[in-house]
């Protein structure tokens, strides 16, 4: 006679979260939209409090009780970025090479440039440069987006595809560059070209260089 079988245990069902952690989650995306599109629009040294206050419709003490500063705020939106860089990594095919990979990401970024919803932020700038160090979620996605870009810079070199000579990080820095392009603008204040023209005329010049070919 067969025991009989023991009773499998069911999945603990998820916590349910309450409603007013779900408002407090909700009122948090909608401000750390609204500081990205600030800081795209205006950049960090422009961009004030109370703007991103007004822009989300609440009071500054109550946006203060989710970022006590303003540094806070510019970090919570590029940790933003850095989540949706990281997305965007995810989606790209495994049959892709090396350089395919990094040409996506170049123009995915020069897409979010041009469509406004990349945050500019100052290269010089103590108080922010700290908070943005001490922002587990910003550090942990930048390395991980550097790690990535990183090993696919050195693949390409591998294959002769980017010139072996040039260090991995100058070539990772110059990619990264191109989200805060000024030629984007330039190019779109003429009125000559579109934004997909202007994105491959950059690509073009990142890529492929000045040469003749």
């Avoid at 998820?14 to 408002?23: E, G, H, I, L, N």
């Avoid at 965007?88 to 020069?110: G, H, I, K, N, Y």
């Avoid at 390409?156 to 820095?173: R, T």
Wanted: net charge negative.
């Amino acid at each position: 006679m067969t025991e009989p079988t023991a009773a499998r245990e069911l999945p603990a069902a998820p916590a349910k979260v309450s409603f007013k952690k779900q408002m407090l989650q909700a009122r948090e995306d909608a401000i750390i939209r609204a500081v990205n599109l600030l800081l795209a629009e205006k950049g960090f040294e422009a961009m004030t409090v109370d703007e991103v206050a007004a822009s989300v419709g609440i009071a500054k003490a109550s946006l203060y009780k989710h970022f006590p500063s303003k540094e806070d705020l510019a970090a919570a939106a590029m940790a933003y970025l850095m989540g949706q860089a990281q997305a965007f990594l995810d989606t790209l095919p495994e049959d892709m090479s090396p350089l395919q990979r990094l040409r996506a990401v170049v123009r995915w970024t020069m897409a979010l440039k041009l469509a406004g919803e990349m945050p500019s932020l100052p290269s010089q700038n103590s108080t922010l440069r700290a908070t943005l160090m001490g922002h587990k979620g910003y550090m942990d996605g930048l390395m991980d987006v550097s790690d990535r870009l990183g090993a696919w810079i050195e693949a390409a070199q591998a294959q002769g595809l980017i010139n072996p000579e040039l260090p991995a990080i100058a070539v990772l820095y110059t990619l990264y560059a191109r989200a805060c392009d000024p030629v984007l603008e330039f190019l779109r204040m003429g009125g000559q070209h579109t934004d997909a023209q202007i994105i491959d005329l950059v690509m073009s010049t990142c890529f492929d260089g000045l040469n003749t070919r």
